[in-house]
């Protein structure tokens, strides 16, 4: 593990991170997205303290995060409805594949028994 500095709000913290480029990089992208976020949302509320501001933040993220749960389960469901349909419409094949072969022989019969008569 690795202590990575960060900065948020015009103060210094210490984050533990995994000791590798990737995660060190992921947290340094969220720390300056967060900042931008709270300075750019909150830009014209500079009365706020930076707890207040925090939570405000905070309660949108929440709120965002709330409606892509939401949408991924509409997804879940429609993607579900899809596999359905699929598993449906290969059955529906493998039927109209065994029907084929049924008249297939229907019209082999049909054309020995024409013959015979004939």
């Keep these: 593990m690795k ?24 947290i340094i992208n969220l720390q300056e997205r967060l900042n931008n976020r709270v300075k750019n949302d909150l830009a014209t509320n500079n009365n ?30 429609k993607i579900h409805l899809m596999n359905s349909k699929y598993s449906e419409i290969e059955d529906n094949k493998k039927e109209i594949s065994e029907l084929k072969k049924h008249i297939q022989k229907i019209n082999d019969k049909t ?8």
């Design 3 to 26: 202590i990575i500095k960060i900065k948020f709000l015009g103060r210094e913290y210490e984050i533990q991170a995994e000791n590798n480029q990737e995660e060190i990089s992921k």
């Design 48 to 77: 706020y303290s930076d707890i207040h501001r925090l939570l405000i933040i905070a309660l949108k993220l929440e709120n965002r995060i709330d409606d892509l749960i939401a949408d991924n389960k509409i997804l879940n469901n």
């Design 111 to 118: 054309k020995k028994l024409i013959e015979r008569i004939s």
